[in-house]
C-alpha cells in the first residue's frame, strides 16, 4: 500500500500509480533455446507459493548443475526447471 500525503496532487498520483504499475509489468521471456528442461510434476499452483516454490527447486536441482531458469505455468500442476 503506498501513502502520498494530502497535499500531492491527483495529477501527481496518477502519474505515480502508472509508473509502478509499468514497473510491475512483465519481463519479455527468457532465450531457452541454448537450455536443457526437466519437467517436475506435482506442483502446487497456489500464487502465493510459486517464489518459495521456485527457490526450492532452485536448491534442490542446483547440485546437478547450473540453472537458468525455472518456469511455472499458471494453472498447472508442474514447473520447468531449466539448465544452462
Known amino acids: 500500500l503506498i501513502h502520498f500525503p494530502p ?3 491527483l495529477t501527481y498520483f496518477l502519474r505515480r500509480v502508472q509508473e509502478l504499475l509499468a514497473n510491475m509489468s ?3 521471456f527468457p532465450e531457452i533455446n541454448h537450455l536443457t528442461s526437466v519437467k517436475v510434476n506435482g506442483i502446487s499452483t497456489n500464487p502465493s ?3 518459495s516454490i521456485k527457490e526450492e527447486l532452485r536448491e534442490k536441482f542446483g547440485r546437478f548443475g547450473e540453472i537458468g531458469d525455472v518456469y511455472i505455468p499458471r494453472d498447472r500442476n508442474f514447473a520447468f526447471v531449466r539448465f544452462v
Do not use: C, K, L
Open 26 to 28: 512483465r519481463a519479455p
Open 7 to 9: 497535499s500531492y496532487s
Open 49 to 51: 507459493d510459486v517464489v
